[in-house]
């Protein structure tokens, strides 16, 4: 339960004036994103850990980044709250700060928000080795720029973070899933669309092809008017979807890179007849497939979305290009928190 | 520097060639209306006022003002409560009245892409035949613009449950000052690279020109229902608050009135409240019929055991507007009873409710000025207004203090100087109480990084380092915080 502020601000002021690449490093649960061998000096982060402030009236947490999200779900449980976006890989070891700077979320992101919704601000160290504020600890706050949201997805390429504060939720009564057999995609995410517009209930709704599975949570009353609204028979399914968010279900397992595509919900198909698994109520859609990258990456830009590859292939860029104007302003915004460039180069893209 | 209006002025001719002559506005009486913003006690008269009706239009504005070094100001419905929106004195005024066309609604995938001059409001009645709405509502939501939402992260009424303007829009397109247009975020529920979008949202227009915004909307909730608590201690108010939200309850409304505030909206729209109260809460629940029954029960029981001297439940729409009106009304309710008042903005944790509450009224003694308060209790945004007449010398500046010391108070609590207002003018100097040197340093460079000679919004949100020192010197005495008596957080 240690504070390291000091000394990782000292390795970063360190670092900057000798201009090394730093590697930022706290569980390694994410570590298959990105490249395989990135450079630069180790910094691990798992000594700087703790909780700071968790006063379950104010559903408000903050706790040092190095913290084990495990220990936190742990502490939330007693208070039956939660993390609202249901990070993954808690069981695997998994740090507050590398769920934050990968921004990876679960079933109940298309419903309740990813990890940049529910952070309220955050202290890091920027590439200088200075420690800034930004946000704070309350619900509303609209003073100075909001740095700490676009820490989410850097990879740690904009500041090595030291405290995030969640805005966390309350642990539903229930939680149960439906099941509903489909086999036309469209009519799939038609009927997702419709019933996600007629209940609040929802957290969580894939596709596999064959089924819908519809994730319920709520109080036995909106359960129930969740259960009218769609049909079936109530399943105790918590295994599928902790598997589904830990990517370890059968689906994961076959031949081909894993492709992470995030579009408009009611896209049509990203796929050619590969396997695929919808996610986010259509949102998200996972493509096990060795087509070439280029084919799958015009298909969901001309869609609006774009894919990540999932699979460590070094031939492979693990995140989508961005365009010219884009990757502009993407470095002016890098070089404004991190001018030496020594923050995780290359782990997001070459050029940050 | 000629001035304001001045038909010698160069720049008149330089935007003459760029713009038609109706979206040019140099007389001084014509630019009058835009001397200031909902921060009245502010104002600056612009040099120019531009109203460019296309996208290419504010490009070669941007260009214009490159060229010659000249400021600029976004404007949308100037509703502002911070001063954001004032004028610069050797800049013009870009006013996006002009570009308010919502341009598509996708019911289907429940978005629509409008015009930064669109008014809050009216994106919701546009969309209302599909079911659907816009959810932040900031008070001024019948006027106000969706860029200006942007600009400021606009909350509202409705934000504890669904969230801020961060949390409903999906993507903006930008003019940067390089004049070249770029899109932040996406119809999908993320995009490649930095999450810029989020960077924008409460930026102040300091980063660049929104063009073009697709916001997210939400299906209506089935049924919404209204209670109405009394309480005779404000602290045993707060607790209510802070039990029902602990017991899992996220109500999609959450708001709490004090005995002055309660006593003049009453007088003014006779909403029904008791006014012997001195607090009241009004707890809005919605969702589908069974759940909001549900939630109803518990959340009577908690209130009950909190204390409650009353508890009401509107019994149909009309009454539940009612209970509604007199929270809505509270502003210019103070209007009828003070000759002028000064909205403060700031957010604690909600357990800090108590004893903010108790200093304020301190406070009030101590600069001898009335004070009421409203709050956005769910979320702990506390509004009190400082009532003065500015006609009274001195009156204004004692208002003024008197705001400072509770700001200072905030973020000593442990919360922020401004929770949904922005900071703007305003508040520009108590920004140096919440960051240190090195946070504001790092704000600094953020904007040079997106604006390299300052022209958006000069001297506005984020105060310079010299600022900073020269207010710090004169703030702290000999070394003392604020309300050294207040445990810190």
Not at chain 1, 218 to 237: F, K, P
Not at chain 2, 96 to 121: C, E, M, S, Y
Not at chain 2, 250 to 278: K, L, R, W
Not at chain 2, 382 to 396: Q, S, V
């Amino acid at each position: 339960m240690a504070d390291k502020s000091a000394e990782i601000a000292s390795r970063v002021a360190s670092a900057y004036r000798a201009k090394t690449p730093l590697n930022i490093h706290a569980g390694g649960t994410k570590s298959f994103l990105g490249p395989e061998y990135p450079g630069g000096d180790p910094l691990d982060v798992t000594g700087h850990r703790g909780i700071i402030d968790y006063d379950p009236a104010e559903l408000v947490l903050v706790a040092r980044c190095g913290t084990r999200l495990e220990s936190i779900e742990d502490e939330l449980l007693k208070n039956r709250q939660m993390l609202g976006f249901e990070p993954p890989f808690v069981q695997d070891g998994a740090t507050l700060g590398g769920a934050v700077a990968a921004g990876l979320a679960g079933p109940r992101r298309a419903f309740a928000g990813a990890a940049r919704d529910f952070m309220l601000g955050a202290k890091f160290v920027n590439g200088k080795g200075e420690i800034i504020t930004t946000g704070g600890k309350v619900i509303k706050n609209v003073a100075g720029f909001d740095l700490f949201r676009p820490m989410a997805r850097s990879m740690g390429t904009l500041g090595v973070l030291l405290t995030v504060s969640l805005r966390l939720l309350p642990l539903p009564e229930q939680e149960k899933t439906l099941l509903h057999e489909e086999k036309e995609e469209q009519t799939a995410l038609e009927k997702i669309n419709h019933w996600s517009s007629r209940t609040q209930s929802i957290s969580g709704a894939t596709w596999d092809g064959h089924i819908i599975r519809i994730r319920l949570s709520g109080s036995a009353a909106s359960m129930e008017h969740g259960r009218t609204l769609i049909g079936g028979e109530w399943l105790e399914d918590e295994q599928y979807w902790r598997a589904l968010n830990n990517l370890q279900l059968d689906f994961f397992q076959q031949p081909g890179r894993l492709w992470r595509i995030s579009v408009p919900p009611m896209s049509g198909p990203v796929h050619d007849g590969q396997p695929q698994l919808l996610d986010w109520g259509g949102a998200q859609r996972w493509l096990k497939t060795d087509q070439p990258p280029d084919i799958i990456r015009a298909r969901a830009t001309a869609l609006g979305g774009h894919a990540e590859c999932y699979s460590r292939d070094s031939t492979v860029d693990t995140f989508h290009p961005l365009s010219r104007e884009q990757l502009v302003f993407n470095q002016k915004f890098k070089a404004a928190l991190d001018p030496a460039g020594i923050l995780n180069p290359g782990r997001l893209y070459r050029e940050l | 520097m000629p001035n304001p209006g001045s038909t010698n002025d160069p720049l008149i001719a330089k935007f003459q060639a760029v713009l038609p002559e109706h979206c040019i506005v140099s007389d001084p009486v014509s630019m009058k209306p835009y001397e200031c913003d909902g921060l009245s006690a502010y104002r600056q008269m612009p040099r120019l006022v531009l109203l460019p009706e296309t996208v290419q239009q504010i490009q070669l504005i941007i260009k214009i003002c490159q060229q010659t070094a000249t400021p600029i100001v976004p404007r949308g419905a100037g509703t502002s409560l911070c001063g954001g929106a004032m004028p610069h004195e050797n800049g013009v005024l870009l006013s996006t009245a002009r570009l308010n066309k919502i341009l598509h609604v996708d019911p289907v995938n429940r978005t629509a892409k409008v015009q930064p001059g669109v008014r809050n409001l009216a994106i919701s009645q546009a969309v209302q035949k599909h079911g659907l709405y816009y959810a932040p509502d900031p008070s001024s939501q019948i006027a106000c613009t969706i860029g200006g939402n942007v600009a400021e992260n606009a909350g509202g009424v409705h934000c504890l449950k669904y969230g801020l303007t961060v949390h409903n829009i999906l993507q903006v397109k930008l003019v940067t000052m390089d004049g070249e247009i770029t899109t932040l975020g996406s119809h999908a529920p993320d995009a490649p690279g930095y999450d810029l979008l989020a960077l924008m949202m409460g930026s102040e227009g300091m980063l660049g020109l929104v063009v073009e915004v697709v916001v997210k909307l939400l299906p209506r909730p089935e049924t919404a229902r209204v209670l109405m608590a009394a309480f005779d201690q404000v602290e045993a108010a707060g607790n209510a608050v802070a039990s029902v939200i602990a017991n899992g309850i996220i109500p999609g409304g959450f708001e709490m009135m004090d005995g002055a505030a309660i006593q003049a909206a009453e007088d003014f729209v006779h909403a029904g409240y008791p006014t012997d109260a001195s607090a009241i809460l009004l707890c809005e629940l919605d969702g589908c019929e069974q759940e909001v029954l549900s939630q109803v029960a518990k959340v009577r029981e908690i209130l009950a055991a909190a204390g409650a001297t009353e508890i009401r439940l509107a019994g149909n729409e009309s009454e539940a507007q009612r209970f509604w009106s007199g929270r809505k009304n509270a502003f210019p309710a103070m209007g009828r009873i003070s000759p002028d008042y000064y909205c403060m903005d700031g957010t604690i944790p909600r357990k800090m409710l108590g004893p903010v509450l108790t200093r304020i009224t301190q406070l009030s003694e101590k600069y001898g000025l009335r004070v009421a308060n409203v709050f956005h209790a769910g979320d702990g945004n506390l509004h009190p207004l400082i009532m003065y007449d500015a006609n009274k010398a001195g009156e204004l500046e004692r208002a003024e203090n008197f705001g400072g010391e509770i700001l200072d108070l905030c973020v000593a609590v442990g919360g922020t100087i401004t929770g949904e207002h922005g900071v703007g003018v305003e508040k520009i100097d108590r920004m140096c109480v919440q960051f240190d040197e090195a946070s504001i340093a790092q704000f600094l460079q953020v904007r040079k990084a997106f604006d390299a000679n300052g022209l958006l919004n000069p001297d506005k949100a984020i105060p310079s380092l010299a600022r900073c020192a020269e207010f710090n010197a004169m703030h702290v005495h000999n070394g003392e915080l604020p309300h050294p008596e207040l445990e810190r957080f």
